[in-house]
């Protein structure tokens, strides 16, 4: 299977290429996060709607097995939905989301209000990160190029991501797919630790759009804030080529290396 998922009424089986670098049995959070998303988007609304919010708790490790899918609209309207989806490994939840849907509406806007430009070299411009810093199968299928830093090197980061894998086998990606499989990277691409001495997993995601985003390319232009007591938040500004769009922000679980 070259996709990360094949779907199959609402059982879901897991590619190995599915695996993140922190257990090879563990999904990389980018997985059911593009998971979620692809759900959300199935489920029908009464009137044309876009993704305006998702937020994604990560209730436990997601391992690399089958998963039960369960989706559930939580309020219907004229201009919002919101849906509630689930992922279950056996009996326990592994991951519980929301999806916030706003009605798509074309609007003659006044013209000073425009995106914010990106005043960063875009994807084509910026320097090939090598997707093998990483032990991650799934990082091995994404491209970065940084536009500004390195990943996983300490201080604020600019890296452009682009999932370059089918992620639910049958099924395009879909830009707000592509949005949150770049914004899980948060912590990596604006790491504050040391990597070889610290860990700095999200308990969270929380991703939100002002529009849909246009092309492959996804730029997190992003910077972390440690606390001093196991607590810290990774968020980014996020941009495609045509100016920025959306913010992402993680929850961090901060521990020292034994």
């Given at each position: 299977?070259d996709a990360i998922f094949r779907v199959d009424g609402n059982r879901?089986?897991?590619?190995?290429?599915?695996?993140?670098?922190?257990?090879?049995?563990?999904?990389?959070?980018?997985?059911?996060?593009?998971?979620?998303?692809?759900?959300?988007?199935?489920?029908?609304?009464?009137?044309?709607?876009?993704?305006?919010?998702?937020?994604?708790?990560?209730?436990r490790p997601v391992p690399v097995a089958p998963l039960t899918l369960?989706?559930?609209?939580?309020?219907?309207?004229?201009?919002?939905?919101?849906?509630?989806?689930?992922?279950?490994?056996?009996?326990?939840?592994?991951?519980?989301?929301?999806?916030?849907?706003?009605?798509?509406?074309?609007?003659?806007?006044?013209?000073?209000?425009a995106d914010l430009p990106v005043e960063l070299p875009g994807p084509?411009?910026?320097?090939?990160?090598?997707?093998?810093?990483?032990?991650?199968?799934?990082?091995?299928?994404?491209?970065?190029?940084?536009?500004?830093?390195?990943?996983?090197?300490?201080?604020?980061?600019?890296?452009?991501?682009?999932?370059?894998?089918?992620?639910?086998?049958?099924?395009?990606?879909?830009?707000?797919?592509?949005?949150?499989?770049?914004?899980?990277?948060?912590?990596?691409?604006?790491?504050?630790?040391?990597?070889?001495?610290?860990?700095?997993?999200?308990?969270?995601?929380?991703?939100?759009?002002?529009?849909?985003?246009?092309?492959?390319?996804?730029?997190?232009?992003?910077?972390?804030?440690?606390?001093?007591?196991?607590?810290?938040?990774?968020?980014?500004?996020?941009?495609?080529?045509?100016?920025?769009?959306?913010?992402?922000?993680?929850?961090?679980?901060?521990?020292?290396?034994?």
């Amino acid at each position: 299977m070259d996709a990360i998922f094949r779907v199959d009424g609402n059982r879901v089986f897991t590619s190995p290429n599915a695996a993140g670098p922190w257990d090879p049995g563990m999904q990389h959070g980018s997985a059911p996060a593009s998971l979620v998303v692809w759900a959300a988007e199935a489920i029908a609304t009464p009137v044309p709607m876009h993704i305006a919010r998702v937020t994604i708790d990560l209730m436990r490790p997601v391992p690399v097995a089958p998963l039960t899918l369960e989706t559930e609209v939580l309020r219907e309207g004229r201009k919002i939905q919101l849906c509630a989806v689930r992922l279950r490994a056996g009996d326990a939840v592994v991951v519980g989301a929301t999806v916030l849907k706003i009605k798509a509406q074309a609007l003659a806007l006044p013209p000073d209000v425009a995106d914010l430009p990106v005043e960063l070299p875009g994807p084509d411009q910026s320097r090939v990160e090598p997707a093998n810093f990483s032990s991650s199968p799934f990082v091995s299928g994404m491209s970065l190029r940084a536009a500004r830093g390195s990943f996983g090197v300490p201080g604020p980061g600019a890296i452009w991501y682009r999932a370059d894998r089918p992620l639910v086998e049958g099924s395009p990606v879909s830009q707000a797919m592509r949005a949150v499989v770049a914004a899980d990277f948060c912590n990596g691409t604006s790491a504050a630790l040391d990597f070889h001495e610290w860990t700095f997993i999200n308990a969270d995601l929380t991703v939100s759009f002002a529009r849909q985003p246009v092309g492959e390319w996804i730029l997190l232009d992003a910077e972390s804030w440690i606390g001093p007591d196991g607590a810290g938040l990774a968020m980014a500004r996020l941009a495609d080529e045509r100016g920025y769009f959306g913010r992402a922000v993680q929850s961090l679980v901060i521990e020292k290396r034994g």
